[in-house]
Structures are given as structure tokens and as C-alpha cells.
């Protein structure tokens, strides 16, 4: 099977753009989940998408948003990029809806705002 | 404070040599901890995932151990090689919910 993809691999942006984020999942899972990882604050959990619909949340501003389409694929949007958005992002997929089924990583986009 | 702490920071050892990586947490109750290897600019890879009854889980030259009464989890790499040069994360899954508590990771450094 394929991998977890993600898509652009690099971003540079700058203050106050947005930027938009695709994740395609493991052919046949269903949950997708996103993740910031900085040097500082190490990886952090974003959102969750299970079947379409958002399922989990973390501790993030609204600038930060997703979604989920029919074929599991997924997409991150952030929007007034700030530098601290500065991070790699990764995203997850897993056959169940989180839960003690292993995640599958995809190589992540590092994002650069300037 | 972090629910899950690692230790330690980072670490540098010779190519061939055993190291033991730690990570505590307060998590609890919690149904999985697991340990993920995560290549520079890669994504985090499975190492181990282990249940709250299980004690030990191995992974070819990977060994986790877990002592649920200290909240204590180890991580044992035996006789190094280059490529195990690599962050390590301890992640834990509290009981009954979906989401990951990822611990900041051990840097490890094997040089020849």
C-alpha cells in the first residue's frame, strides 16, 4: 500500500497570507488526523477527521481549519499566517476512528513564514 | 508541566553501543503508549505500541518496557547502527478518548 502524502512538501509564505495543506491517507483509512511540530513545543495535536466530519479539536486558534472529503483525503488551512505558524505539519491516517490503532505518518510540509 | 516527560534530551553514542531512553508520564488511565522514531524531516514512525497490561514489547533490535506502577516507560537500543540516529517520541493515549499526548523526544546521535 501507499503511504501517507502530503502535499506541498515545502511552503514559504508570508505575514498574513493563508496557505492551504493536503493530506492523502493510507488507501482505505478513514481518519486523518494533523499535527504542529516545533523545536520548542514538540509535536501537537491540531484536529481530527473521521468520515467527513471533525471529531476531535486541540488548542488551536480558528485561523487554524480543515476538512475532510468523501475519499478520506484532507486539507489544513491556515489563514493570517503569523511567524509563529513557522512548523512542520504532519499529518496521520489509521483505519479506525483514533483509538489504539497505529497512525501512519506522512513526511510532513514545512511551512516558512517570512 | 508536560504530561509526558522524556529523558534524556539528547544523546550522543558510538556505533554499536546499547543506550536506554526514559519517558515518565502522569497520564493515567491510559490504553496504549507507544514509541515512535522519527527521522530528520520525516515523519514519526511506529517503533511499539504497548497496552496498559503489557510489560515489555520488542521491535528487532528496539525493546520498550513499561512499569505501570512507576509511570515509567523505557525504550532499549541495542547494539547501535548509524541509522538509528533519530528523535524518539513517547506517546501516550489516555484511556477512553482518541487523542495522542506526545512527549518533546530524545535526539539521538550515533557516530562511527
Known amino acids: 500500500k501507499a503511504g501517507v502524502t502530503q502535499t506541498p512538501r515545502y511552503l514559504i509564505k508570508t505575514r498574513g497570507q493563508q496557505v492551504t495543506l493536503s493530506c492523502s491517507p493510507i488507501?482505505?483509512?478513514?481518519?486523518v488526523s494533523w499535527y504542529q511540530q516545533t523545536p520548542g513545543q514538540g509535536l501537537q495535536f491540531l484536529f481530527e477527521?473521521?468520515?467527513?466530519?471533525?471529531?476531535n479539536k486541540g488548542n488551536f486558534p480558528g485561523r487554524f481549519s480543515g476538512r475532510q472529503f468523501s475519499n478520506s483525503r484532507s486539507e489544513m488551512n491556515v489563514s493570517t499566517l503569523e511567524l509563529g505558524d513557522s512548523a512542520l505539519y504532519l499529518c496521520?491516517?489509521?483505519?479506525?476512528?483514533?483509538?489504539?490503532?497505529?497512525?501512519?505518518f506522512g513526511p510532513g510540509t514545512r511551512l516558512t513564514v517570512l | 508541566k508536560n504530561q509526558v516527560e522524556q529523558s534524556p534530551q539528547s544523546l550522543i553514542i558510538l556505533e554499536g553501543k546499547n543506550c536506554t531512553l526514559q519517558c515518565n508520564y502522569t497520564v493515567s488511565p491510559f490504553s496504549n503508549l507507544r514509541w515512535y522514531k522519527q527521522d530528520t524531516g520525516r515523519g514519526p514512525v511506529s517503533l511499539t505500541i504497548m497496552t496498559f497490561s503489557e510489560n515489555t514489547k520488542s521491535n528487532g533490535r528496539y525493546t520498550a518496557t513499561l512499569d505501570a506502577d512507576t509511570k515509567q516507560s523505557s525504550l532499549h537500543i541495542t547494539a547501535s547502527q548509524l541509522s538509528d540516529s533519530a528523535s524518539y517520541i513517547c506517546?501516550?493515549?489516555?484511556?477512553?478518548?482518541?487523542?495522542?499526548?506526545f512527549g518533546t523526544g530524545t535526539r539521538l546521535q550515533v557516530f562511527p
Open positions: 477527521y473521521f468520515s467527513e466530519t471533525q471529531r
Open positions: 488507501s482505505g483509512h478513514r481518519s
Open positions: 496521520a491516517s489509521s483505519g479506525l476512528a483514533g483509538g489504539p490503532d497505529t497512525q501512519y
Open positions: 506517546v501516550v493515549i489516555p484511556y477512553n478518548t482518541d487523542k495522542l499526548i
